[in-house]
């Protein structure tokens, strides 16, 4: 299993500035992923936070709008950017133990963030 | 393009039921199925992972069983209780882990 710490918890935002949520795994990992669950919906990946590289961003994700940081292999910044009331969702960190098509997912406590 | 969708979409019950929740995915070509549990405004937690290989897995009041051929998965849980109230979640592993829509369930008392 994996422990994984995310911060903030939750923030209320104003529109047009950036938030930084940081994500700290009680053990080093490979595989690492960016969720973002919007009011009411299931999980949307945004991206996958490669160590050491440019992130994997999804189908309508880009970086401009969530860049990402993942210095080594415990911990990850997603950042929103430049924010508007849509980006008010849950943001969540997980994290892949084990093989990439038999591991089993972990996540972190999530950060909401509110836009106003 | 694989979809997961879970039903019920909501579901209550009274304490001490022994409930099923169903979750169906389009492909079957999946590695594995992941079932998750979401308190409000929380995580996931995982509950149970289910290889491709496997028919079925156990962990307390929870079995959750895996038909690949007809893209099906079903989450038991035994003599419910209130605390069992949350969002529950399945998710297949393909190319990618894809997120099932949900059931939220209340249990009372």
């Known amino acids: 299993s994996a422990v994984i710490s995310q911060k903030p918890s939750r923030d209320i935002c104003q529109r047009g500035t950036s938030l930084t949520i940081q994500c700290q795994v009680d053990?080093?990992?490979?595989?690492m992923f960016w969720y973002r669950q919007q009011p009411g919906q299931s999980l949307t990946l945004i991206a996958t936070a490669n160590q050491g590289s440019e992130a994997t961003y999804e189908s309508g994700f880009v970086i401009d709008k969530f860049p990402i940081s993942r210095p080594n292999l415990t911990f990850s910044t997603l950042t929103v950017s430049n924010m508007s009331p849509e980006d008010s969702s849950i943001y969540l960190c997980s994290v892949l133990t084990g093989g990439p098509n038999t591991g089993e997912l972990f996540f972190g406590e999530g950060s909401r963030l509110t836009v106003l | 393009k694989q979809e997961v969708t879970q039903i019920p979409a909501a579901l209550s019950v009274p304490e001490g039921e022994n409930l099923v929740l169903n979750c169906s995915f389009t492909d079957s070509a999946i590695y594995n199925l992941q079932w998750f549990r979401q308190d409000p405004g929380k995580g996931l937690t995982s509950l149970l992972l289910i290889q491709s290989s496997q028919r079925e897995q156990t962990s307390g009041r929870l079995n959750a069983s895996l038909d690949k051929s007809s893209g099906r998965s079903t989450l038991y849980i035994a003599a419910s209780q209130p605390g069992d109230s949350a969002t529950y979640l399945c998710?297949?592993?393909?190319?990618?882990?894809?997120f099932g829509t949900g059931t939220r369930l209340q249990v009372f008392p």
């Open positions: 998710a297949v592993t393909a190319d990618k882990l894809i």
């Open positions: 053990s080093q990992v490979t595989m």
